[in-house]
């Protein structure tokens, strides 16, 4: 198993950008996909976009442009770099890592969250 620690979360203003890092701990990112799922208040967690082991990435389409994730096998870190944020981006955000997929089901390890804030 992989220990997903996160960082990166904070209060921002609309137009900001922000960095995500999600960070491995233990045992090496290998052959893992690395998944970016935000959930808000009442509702499921939802895909966001995920990287392979190969590079691959994969993005909703609501936030292609402005979403970009990134690897770094031998540091074991993942960023989620946001750009012009909206307060539609407000949520918690969490890492997993499993097989390259949308579905929830392909991770079973996760991070503990991190919460973005966007103020108008």
């Known amino acids: 198993q992989v220990e997903l620690i996160q960082s990166g979360g904070r209060k921002v203003q609309s137009g900001d950008s922000l960095t995500l890092s999600c960070a491995t701990s233990?045992?090496?990112?290998?052959?893992?996909?690395v998944a970016w799922f935000r959930q808000t208040p009442g509702k499921d967690r939802e895909f966001v976009c995920s990287?392979?082991?190969?590079?691959?990435?994969d993005y909703i389409d609501s936030v292609k442009g402005r979403y970009t994730t990134s690897r770094d096998d031998d540091r074991d870190t993942v960023w989620l770099q946001i750009y012009n944020l909206e307060p539609t981006d407000t949520a918690v955000y969490f890492c997993?890592?499993?097989?390259?997929?949308?579905?929830?089901?392909?991770?079973?390890?996760w991070g503990q969250g991190t919460q973005v804030t966007v103020s108008s």
């Open positions: 997993a890592a499993g097989r390259f997929s949308r579905w929830i089901e392909e991770y079973d390890q």
């Open positions: 990287i392979n082991y190969d590079g691959r990435t």
């Open positions: 233990g045992r090496k990112l290998g052959s893992y996909a």
